[in-house]
């Protein structure tokens, strides 16, 4: 098999085969012109991850998330990607009930969103829905350690398996996710030596966030590298931009034009004289 990044578009057979010799990169996307200079830029797998309710919709939990709003998003993704395989979070409720409506609902991130894979939180207690999902041939990465529509049990957004049990419960229900066949697990704020032991046991790629270094690839939220979001900066995310200020300023400097006078100009208005056809006619 081709190295991960000389491969495209990146299938799951190829995300798989890379544990062990390439790093894994996925990153959030929740729209058409980002996923696409994400692909560009290189991203292994683009997730359009449920995490839109708090970093795009300003919600304080990813609990509102609905099948509507994330295939809506999915397709605007999957549309945009040439070459990143693109994963579709399933949103709360949409597998935990019932084995039957989480097929159906994987499904649709399928036929609808145009998704190569779903996304499932939670480990042994969403088994019977993984493997109902699996058995119709749709690929799923499992999600084990803070998995945030769990949000309320937990008390809040806090570090998974600092204690033994806890740890070894984690541990259990990564196994029990890679036997039942998921292609690879996303390993959510739990300390670096558990998600190292996570990794060296299971023969699938670990993806972390907040897990340290020794899983076999890195997922963060767009929104928080690019640094979109002036308040929420934890511990495990890196800044790569500041997009806030980019955009406050241009924001500013916009906003001071059309006071003083200055935009639009000449070249920016229309004059009676035919002009070359439009490329957008509003
Ligand atoms: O919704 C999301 O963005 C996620 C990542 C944090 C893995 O699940």
Redesign the pocket.
């Known amino acids: 098999m081709p190295n991960l990044s000389q491969t495209s578009p990146v299938t799951v057979p190829a995300l798989v085969s890379a544990k062990g010799s390439e790093k894994i990169a ?1 990153m ?1 996307a929740y729209d058409a012109p980002s996923a696409a200079l994400l692909d560009e830029a290189g991203m292994d797998v683009l ?1 359009v ?4 309710e708090m ?1 795009v919709y300003g919600q304080p939990n ?1 609990l509102s998330a609905t099948m509507d709003s994330m295939l809506r998003h999915a397709r605007a993704v999957s549309g945009a990607a040439r070459r990143a395989l693109v994963v579709g ?1 399933m949103p709360f409720l949409s597998y935990q009930a019932d084995a039957k409506d989480a097929v159906v609902n994987a499904g649709r991130f399928l036929t609808e969103g145009g998704c190569a894979a779903v ?1 499932v ?1 939670g480990g042994r207690r969403v088994l019977a829905s993984v493997e109902a999902i699996l058995s119709a041939d749709i690929p799923v990465m499992g ?1 084990v350690g803070l998995t ?1 529509q769990s949000f309320h049990k937990f008390g809040g957004f806090k570090v998974q398996g600092r204690q033994a049990n806890a740890a070894r419960e984690i541990l259990e229900d990564a196994v029990a996710l890679a036997q039942a066949g998921c292609f690879a697990l ?1 390993l ?1 704020c739990v300390p670096r030596s558990l998600a190292s032991e996570i990794t060296e046991t299971v023969p699938v790629p670990t ?1 972390g ?1 907040g897990a340290g270094p020794s899983c076999d690839g890195q ?3 767009f929104h928080d590298v690019m640094g979109w979001n002036r308040q929420f900066q934890p511990k495990f995310v890196r800044r790569y931009a500041d997009l806030s200020t980019t955009i406050a300023d241009a924001a500013r400097h916009f906003a001071r034009d059309v006071k003083d006078g200055s935009f639009p100009n000449e070249q920016e208005s229309f004059s009676e004289a035919p002009t070359p056809a439009l490329r957008r006619v509003y």
Do not use: W
């Open positions: 996925m959030t997730l991850g449920d995490s839109i970093a990813t979070d996304k939180e999600h945030p996303v959510e993806i966030i997922v963060l939220v």
